[in-house]
């Protein structure tokens, strides 16, 4: 069975500051990945995907992710966080056998001081 | 707003209680599902359907009780419920299950079993 591994739990850092949270995935075969994002109260939304092509990809409100096949990851970046960003990320893997299931990671607490 | 609604927001019932949970989503996705939440953690995945059948069942009790009655609806049945069963219940939805694009997700249900 697949898993998603997200190393950082809890992640707090001032306005500006440069965001990279690391996601690693066990499956070896061809994998579907996404980053959702949670704000507070709100339902969890899609922030970017990777199927194939370019292994860099971009999402909403600025925030992009590399897919580096030999490491098994697909850390999120984002170069100057806002306040807004504070939120709960988590990463999530498909395994492309067209279960439809998604497996998420724990996810990661973003604070974003002002 | 998210294009996957969820009714209702907040729902209290006792063990013995029978109760709904609603789903409806207007953007012909094809595949729905049911996942459950608890507080800091990952979304847990219950069931899947593909145009309308059960797909997926990750061994749930059944206390669950899940019907999709046309490819727009998507109910979950509860009855006799534990504490333990408090959580957030959300509703997602895909194109299909090959083509998932990544999840629409529903604002969820907030459940608390008394």
């Known amino acids: 069975a697949q898993s998603v591994s997200q190393h950082n739990h809890h992640v707090i850092l001032s306005e500006a500051a440069s965001l990279e949270l690391g996601c690693n995935y066990s499956y070896g075969g061809t994998v579907n990945l996404f980053w959702y994002v949670q704000y507070p109260g709100q339902h969890l939304q899609l922030l970017l995907k990777?199927?194939?092509?370019?292994?860099l990809v971009k999402g909403i409100k600025g925030f992009e992710a590399e897919f580096i096949k030999s490491k098994f990851s697909f850390n999120l970046r984002k170069p100057s966080v806002q306040w807004s960003d504070t939120a709960e990320y988590f990463c999530?893997?498909?395994?492309?056998?067209?279960?439809?299931?998604?497996?998420f990671g724990d996810g990661t607490t973003l604070t974003v001081k002002p | 707003d998210t294009e996957v609604t969820q009714t209702p927001k907040h729902l209290v019932m006792g063990m013995t209680n029978k109760k709904s949970l609603k789903c409806e989503q207007h953007?012909?996705?094809?595949?729905m599902y049911w996942y459950k939440q608890k507080a800091k953690k990952p979304p847990e995945l219950m069931f899947v359907y593909s145009y309308e059948k059960l797909s997926i069942n990750e061994s749930v009790p059944s206390r669950f009780s899940p019907e999709c009655p046309n490819s727009s609806l998507l109910n979950l049945h509860l009855h006799a419920l534990q504490p333990e069963d408090s959580a957030l219940y959300l509703c997602?939805?895909?194109?299909?299950?090959?083509?998932?694009?990544?999840?629409?997700f529903g604002s969820g249900t907030r459940l608390t079993v008394v």
């Open positions: 997602a939805s895909s194109q299909t299950l090959k083509k998932t694009g990544g999840y629409t």
């Open positions: 953007m012909g996705h094809r595949a």
């Open positions: 990777y199927f194939s092509g370019d292994p």
């Open positions: 999530a893997v498909n395994d492309n056998t067209n279960s439809g299931k998604s497996t």
